[in-house]
């Protein structure tokens, strides 16, 4: 295996993706109080909160471009068009939530707006993906 080839990449990210499994497992045990008193779809936030940190995780050191903002807008909306119970739903990442600065940074900025049948507020997902990990900026928030 040659440094800097693709196949060197691929296997460092998979290395990596093992040791943060390890390290930080998604676990469904421990009950979010902010999930719980929404009203709608309350379980299911939790569920895909977790798979889109999961998916997430596999463009930690992709960096900021075009390229990686579209496959993950992509990835994250193929498993949200799979849900049922969602009456909308929406993925943005591209130059209105990722500024020069953030870009720079190579910090990528998604938000993912939700809206479950029967309600018509969304709820917000934000996050930020970098080399050191995935953070839910603001878990969830219902707006007006």
């Known amino acids: 295996m040659f440094p ?52 997430l995780q596999k463009y930690m050191f992709d960096g900021n471009d075009a390229l990686t903002r579209r496959d993950m807008s992509v990835e994250i909306n193929k498993y949200l068009n799979k849900l049922e ?23 990528v900025r998604v938000d993912v707006f939700l809206v479950f049948q029967g309600s018509n507020k969304p709820i917000v997902l934000n996050y930020e993906v970098g080399s050191s990990g995935v953070y839910e900026m603001t878990l969830l928030r219902n707006t007006n």
């Open 85 to 107: 119970g969602l009456a909308n739903y929406d993925v943005v990442s591209d130059k209105s939530n990722n500024s020069p600065d953030i870009i720079l940074k190579k910090i």
């Open 4 to 55: 800097g080839s693709k196949c060197s990449k691929i296997v460092m990210r998979i290395f990596v993706s093992c040791i943060l499994a390890v390290m930080f497992p998604v676990s469904s045990s421990h009950a979010d109080p902010i999930i719980e008193q929404t009203n709608s779809g309350s379980t299911q936030v939790g569920e895909i909160n977790r798979k889109i940190t999961e998916i």
